[in-house]
Each structure stands twice: as structure tokens, then as C-alpha cells.
């Protein structure tokens, strides 16, 4: 299994401002998720980081609106830029396991709860 | 677009009987897993079944496969209170392809 911490773990921002969440993950690996979860949704994929490449974004995403960080293959940031009340989510990050036990899981952090006044 | 569909929506039943959750997808899949989460707070996997099973247990859960229906079951045995939250299902296609989720059960266990 993976261990993963996110932060913050909440946060309340105002309008037209931006959030950095940082994940981190107690064992190194090459591709880290980002999901948003709307109030009373599922998860939605916003991108897959790699370490030392661009994000790949899925179709309704884009990077100056989501830039992601991915320095090593432990750590990754996704930062909401000039949110607004239309970004209030949870957003998660996760990891796919390693070990042949655990392919095929993904590993989640607790998330970060975040509200745009 | 979303690949599983859950169905109910929201089911509450009592401590001790039994809860039972389906969901259904679109397209061929490499596997299927059932995760959950409490509160808003991080999913939890709880079972994965691969597309060549059929049935797959552990512990007080039980999911079965059917790939012909192209859907799958969690059937919850024997419900806590500790039970109460969010179960979504998630497929993958590939073997390291993304994981697409289900819109989620919210189950609630009365004591």
C-alpha cells in the first residue's frame, strides 16, 4: 500500500484568488492523479502527472486553470488559479499501487476540501 | 464520458440486514473495483475483481462480475453502523489506463 498527505486539508478562499494542495506519497512512483469531487458527486479525473513531463489533462481541463508541479517521484502540487464558486470541490490525490498485490489499486489522499467565496 | 452507472442512488436499511449496490458500465473493462468513503474524506478500495472472474469475497463483502451485462455487485453482508457511507464502483480499460468512477451509492446503516 501507499501512503499519501495532502494538504491542506481544507481551506476557504475568496474569489479570484489561487490554492496550492500539495500531495506527498511515502514511496516513489511515476504517475500521480489529480481528481476534483463536486459536492454529492463522483470523481472527476483532471489530469495524470509524470515524473519529469508535462500533465497529460482530460478533456474539460486545462493547465493555466490547473497547473501541476511534479518535481520528484514522490511529491506533486495542483494549484486552482483565479478560482471562483464554481471551484468549491474536493480535490484528491492518488497513486496507483507497485507491488503485484497492489497493481491495478489506486491509493488515495484524505483530500482537500476547498470553498471559493 | 462516465464509463459506470450505480444504482440506488441512496439506501438506507437497518444494522444487521443486508445491503446490495450495482453497478453498470459501458464498455470492456480489464477490472473493475469498489472503493468507499466516509464523509467527503479519501476512498478506501475495498475489492477488486478482474474480468475473468466472476465472484470475488472477503470479509463481509461480496462482488460478483457479470460481464456478458456488462455490471457488477457489492453486496454488503450483516451491516454496521460503521458501514454508513459513499461506495463507488471504478473501472480501467488497460492495465495502467485511467481509472473512470461510478456516480456512487450513499448507504446508511440505522442502528
Known amino acids: 500500500s501507499a501512503v499519501i498527505s495532502q494538504k491542506p486539508s481544507r481551506d476557504i478562499c475568496q474569489r479570484g484568488t489561487s490554492l496550492t494542495i500539495q500531495c506527498q506519497v511515502d514511496?516513489?512512483?511515476?504517475?500521480m492523479f489529480w481528481y476534483r469531487q463536486q459536492p454529492g458527486q463522483s470523481l472527476t479525473l483532471i489530469a495524470t502527472?509524470?515524473?519529469?513531463?508535462?500533465?497529460?489533462?482530460e478533456s474539460g481541463f486545462v493547465i493555466d486553470k490547473f497547473p501541476i508541479s511534479r518535481p520528484n517521484l514522490t511529491f506533486s502540487t495542483l494549484t486552482v488559479s483565479n478560482m471562483s464558486p464554481e471551484d468549491s470541490s474536493i480535490y484528491l490525490c492518488?497513486?496507483?499501487?507497485?507491488?503485484?498485490?497492489?497493481?491495478?489499486?489506486?491509493?488515495f489522499g484524505a483530500g482537500t476540501r476547498l470553498s471559493v467565496l | 464520458s462516465q464509463q459506470g452507472e450505480e444504482d440506488p442512488q441512496a439506501l438506507s436499511i437497518q444494522e444487521g440486514e443486508n445491503a446490495t449496490m450495482n453497478c453498470s458500465y459501458k464498455t470492456s473493462i480489464n477490472n473493475l473495483q469498489w472503493y468507499r468513503q466516509n464523509s467527503g474524506r479519501g476512498l478506501v478500495h475495498l475489492i477488486l475483481?478482474?474480468?475473468?472472474?466472476r465472484e470475488k469475497h472477503s470479509g463481509r463483502l461480496r462482488v460478483t462480475l457479470d460481464t456478458s451485462k456488462k455490471s457488477s455487485s457489492l453486496l454488503i453482508t450483516a451491516s454496521r453502523a460503521a458501514d454508513t457511507a459513499s461506495y463507488f464502483c471504478?473501472?480501467?480499460?488497460?492495465?495502467?489506463?485511467?481509472?473512470?468512477f461510478g456516480p456512487g451509492t450513499r448507504l446508511s446503516v440505522l442502528p
Open positions: 514511496s516513489q512512483v511515476t504517475m
Open positions: 471504478a473501472t480501467q480499460i488497460n492495465y495502467g489506463q485511467n481509472f473512470v
Open positions: 502527472a509524470n515524473q519529469g513531463s508535462e500533465a497529460t489533462y
Open positions: 492518488s497513486v496507483e499501487g507497485r507491488d503485484s498485490l497492489a497493481k491495478n489499486i489506486q491509493y
Open positions: 475483481i478482474r474480468s475473468n472472474e
